[in-house]
């Protein structure tokens, strides 16, 4: 069974720092895109970046770059997000997702979710 556990969410103070982290298990993700989205409230899902899983490149939406990095740890089977000089407007739920092949964006088939995790920024 393929999970996706996000962790490292919670309540910060705008101008902090957060790292975010993503479980992989239950299938071999070595030519998988790993890719980060988040959800705030009332908005709709915004893809954030993503990284390739055995390559490392990574690709980032212009809203957030310079603030977010994503890095992967391949034996721990994990993805990280790091988001420094967090703002309100960064609050949302995060969610890491996979797609085969490179996947430099929402348009392309990110079929296994991760449950979310939550992050709030307060002012």
């Known amino acids: 069974q393929v999970q996706l556990v996000e962790s490292g969410g919670g309540l910060v103070q705008a101008g902090g720092s957060l790292r975010l982290s993503c479980v992989a298990s239950?299938?071999?993700?070595?030519?998988?895109?790993m890719g980060w989205f988040r959800q705030a409230p009332g908005k709709e899902r915004e893809f954030v970046g993503a990284?390739?899983?055995?390559?490392?490149?990574?690709h980032y939406a212009d809203s957030v770059k310079g603030r977010f990095t994503i890095s992967r740890d391949g034996a721990k089977n994990t993805v990280y997000l790091q988001i420094n000089s967090l703002k309100p407007d960064d609050t949302a739920v995060y969610y890491c997702?996979?797609?085969?092949?490179?996947?430099?964006?929402?348009?392309?088939?990110?079929?296994?979710w991760g449950q979310g995790t939550q992050v709030i920024v307060s002012s």
């Open positions: 239950g299938r071999t993700f070595s030519r998988y895109t």
């Open positions: 990284i390739s899983w055995s390559g490392g490149s990574t």
């Open positions: 997702a996979a797609a085969p092949g490179w996947a430099p964006g929402p348009q392309y088939p990110y079929g296994y």
